[in-house]
């Protein structure tokens, strides 16, 4: 695995950033960092005292430019080796849709291609007036695999999939929020405010709960005959029975802010 610095972590109270720190290159992931963001988010995930997680990428000029194409060459110039490649790849994405904490994508630059795909793969994208987004692997005589293909259309639709991919042009961000891209563009200067105030509110609220609706909002995304009603029925009926259910409630009563603590 290459420089762990490639991918920062920090913690600052209940909220984690994780950052991709390759600026000079608008943050293009290598091979060994998909690796590295795969661990750091099994980690948070793991972190009983991190409750939302912001993910973005270092300096002004991209979130993230994908794939680090200058590896190819050595790293995908074989089908023996496209498949560890995307074996690598298709487990970061499962690891970070996976993880049952909300996601906030902070938004500056570029986002292309894999940065892109992960940027949608968090629950909610804030970007700035100046971001831009493309997918490019018709540019690049890339072949993207059916998984990919449908991230894209349960994402953004058949309809701006079809154009991303056909196309390969890039958009700018008040198409981004119109055609559903982000979740909000807000000007340059107030990018790293909104995005705080967003993961503050989220954090503040009762991690149960958050839980429980995310897990919600993935199965009501499903096939209704591939929900799992079980399992979203047992978490709310764990936030019923919780400590933090009867916070909510005396903290109501007597006009204050609840104190959450996730138990």
Excluded at 15 to 35: D, G, H, K, L, M
Excluded at 41 to 52: E, M, Q, S
Excluded at 76 to 96: F, G, K, M, N, W
């Amino acid at each position: 695995m290459d420089d762990p610095k490639q991918i920062l972590v920090e913690r600052d109270g209940h909220v984690a950033r994780v950052t991709i720190n390759r600026p000079e290159r608008r943050n293009a992931i290598s091979f060994a960092a998909w690796q590295s963001l795969a661990a750091s988010f099994d980690n948070l995930a793991a972190d009983p005292g991190i409750r939302v997680i912001v993910l973005t990428g270092a300096g002004n000029r991209a979130f993230c430019a994908g794939n680090d194409i200058s590896e190819f060459a050595e790293k995908r110039s074989t089908p023996e080796q496209v498949e560890a490649y995307d074996r690598v790849l298709t487990h970061t994405y499962e690891v970070i849709s996976g993880i049952d904490k909300p996601l906030v994508a902070r938004v500056r630059g570029f986002a292309v291609g894999g940065g892109f795909e992960l940027m949608q793969l968090c629950d909610i994208q804030i970007a700035s007036a100046g971001a831009r987004f493309a997918m490019t692997p018709a540019r690049l005589g890339l072949g993207y695999k059916l998984a990919d293909v449908q991230l894209l259309v349960d994402r953004v639709g058949p309809r701006a999939a079809r154009e991303m991919l056909f196309t390969g042009r890039l958009f700018d961000a008040a198409e981004a929020e119109r055609m559903g891209f982000v979740t909000r563009v807000v000007p340059d200067e107030d990018l790293d405010a909104a995005v705080d105030a967003c993961a503050a509110k989220i954090a503040a609220n009762a991690p149960l709960s958050v839980r429980a609706i995310k897990v919600a909002i993935g199965e009501a995304l499903k096939p209704p005959s591939e929900r799992d009603r079980v399992r979203c029925d047992a978490l709310a009926a764990a936030c019923n029975e919780s400590e933090d259910y009867r916070e909510g409630q005396t903290a109501f009563a007597e006009k204050r802010a609840p104190m959450f603590r996730g138990r």
